[in-house]
């Protein structure tokens, strides 16, 4: 499956972004859509997952009160919608896609990655 994320850019604290994560080829191989994002000199984090057969999500604890992941499976599509962003949310933001929906916040599950969109958070 190819994974395309897009939707990043510069936006002010306490503004909203959706990014948008169009998958491509064989998709029904992969039930467990989710967002990573790596921030400067940071770790790659989970933040949130989805399963396209049923819709259940799994969002990070720190981002749970301000982001949602949804999905439009017509469309091979999943969305991050993030608002009220801090600065401490600026990072490249990767989408990925594997087989199941166990243990979302591990990137080793992951079989495809997308390239990354980068969203800033700055005034």
């Known amino acids: 499956v190819q994974l395309q994320a897009s939707g990043g850019g510069l936006v002010q604290p306490g503004g909203s972004l959706r990014l948008s994560c169009a998958a491509s080829?064989?998709?029904?191989?992969?039930?467990?859509i989710a967002w990573f994002r790596r921030a400067p000199g940071k770790e790659r984090e989970f933040v949130a997952a989805?399963?396209?057969?049923?819709?259940?999500?799994d969002v990070a604890d720190s981002v749970k009160d301000r982001f949602t992941i949804s999905r439009d499976n017509a469309k091979s599509t999943v969305y991050l919608q993030m608002n009220s962003l801090k600065p401490e949310d600026t990072a490249i933001y990767y989408c990925a896609a594997k087989t199941d929906f166990f243990r979302n916040y591990d990137p080793r599950k992951y079989h495809s990655w997308g390239q990354g969109t980068l969203v800033t958070v700055s005034s």
């Open positions: 989805i399963s396209r057969i049923d819709g259940r999500a």
């Open positions: 080829g064989r998709t029904v191989s992969s039930n467990g």
